[in-house]
């Protein structure tokens, strides 16, 4: 079995023995596990592998580390940029896993992040469990950025995707939509043209066309 460049054990249940196993088999022989807070040493580790168990190993083992959101949020933000896609996954797991209130910090690391890590950080807030309670935050934030040079698409899909939860919930939808829909007219007109999938393409318009 395995997750793409990630060898797991032969089984679908993969135990903490056999997480840190693999840690082990990628670190050395001369590497014995102690304790929890000893993994966080390796989440900047030169090899993916490695970042990828260490993450795996805290969601599945070790919760009680990871909410402790104060120290934990720094450690883990800048791994949103990292190269590794499932690196990244893990990433946005485990911040979820830090517990309610991450929202806030993560909005405020957009402005002063780079490219990589701005479209990390839009994807983690976005699929955060917290992101509807957030709402009129996060589409301040994400909304302007419909226009950027370079992050009008992750932007346009994010803000789509938060919008979409409401309509399907059947909520109050944002006071601004109109605005939003306006800025979003744009990007609307590319994603329609470049969408092969009807039915796509009235999710689309669903939520930034129609009235709800």
Same mark, same amino acid.
């Given at each position: 079995?395995h997750?793409?460049?990630f060898?797991?054990?032969?089984?679908?249940?993969?135990k903490?023995?056999?997480?840190?196993?693999?840690?082990?088999?990628l670190?050395?022989?001369?590497? /014995?596990?102690?304790? #929890?807070?000893?993994? +966080? =040493?390796?989440?900047?580790?030169?090899? *993916?592998?490695?970042?990828?168990?260490? %993450?795996?190993?805290?969601?599945k083992?070790?919760?009680?580390?990871?909410?402790n959101?104060?120290?934990?949020?720094?450690?883990l933000?800048?791994?949103?940029?990292?190269?590794?896609?499932?690196?990244?996954?893990?990433?946005?797991?485990?911040?979820?896993? /830090?517990?309610?209130? #991450?929202?806030?910090? +993560? =909005?405020e690391?957009?402005?002063?992040? *780079?490219i990589s890590?701005?479209?990390? %950080?839009?994807?983690?807030?976005?699929?955060?469990?917290?992101?509807?309670?957030?709402?009129?935050?996060?589409?301040?934030?994400?909304?302007p950025y419909?226009?950027?040079?370079?992050?009008?698409?992750?932007?346009?899909?994010?803000?789509?995707?938060?919008?979409?939860?409401?309509?399907?919930?059947?909520?109050? =939808?944002?006071?601004?939509?109109?605005?939003?829909?306006?800025?979003?007219?744009?990007?609307l007109?590319?994603?329609?043209?470049?969408?092969?999938?009807?039915?796509?393409?009235?999710?689309?318009?669903?939520?930034?066309?129609?009235?709800?």
């Amino acid at each position: 079995m395995h997750f793409g460049s990630f060898p797991l054990p032969n089984s679908t249940i993969i135990k903490k023995a056999d997480r840190i196993k693999q840690i082990q088999s990628l670190l050395g022989n001369d590497w /014995t596990y102690t304790h #929890a807070h000893e993994l +966080l =040493l390796f989440l900047q580790h030169k090899d *993916d592998r490695v970042r990828f168990w260490v %993450l795996d190993t805290l969601i599945k083992d070790h919760l009680e580390v990871l909410r402790n959101q104060t120290e934990m949020l720094p450690l883990l933000v800048p791994l949103l940029s990292d190269a590794s896609g499932p690196v990244v996954d893990r990433t946005v797991w485990a911040i979820n896993c /830090t517990g309610s209130g #991450a929202i806030p910090y +993560l =909005l405020e690391q957009i402005e002063g992040a *780079d490219i990589s890590l701005k479209r990390g %950080l839009f994807w983690a807030i976005t699929k955060n469990f917290e992101a509807q309670e957030y709402l009129e935050e996060i589409l301040t934030v994400f909304v302007p950025y419909m226009e950027h040079a370079q992050l009008s698409k992750m932007a346009f899909n994010c803000v789509f995707i938060l919008i979409e939860e409401k309509v399907k919930r059947k909520q109050p =939808l944002p006071v601004h939509l109109a605005q939003i829909r306006r800025q979003a007219r744009s990007n609307l007109e590319q994603v329609l043209n470049d969408c092969r999938d009807e039915f796509w393409k009235a999710r689309y318009r669903r939520v930034f066309e129609e009235e709800n």
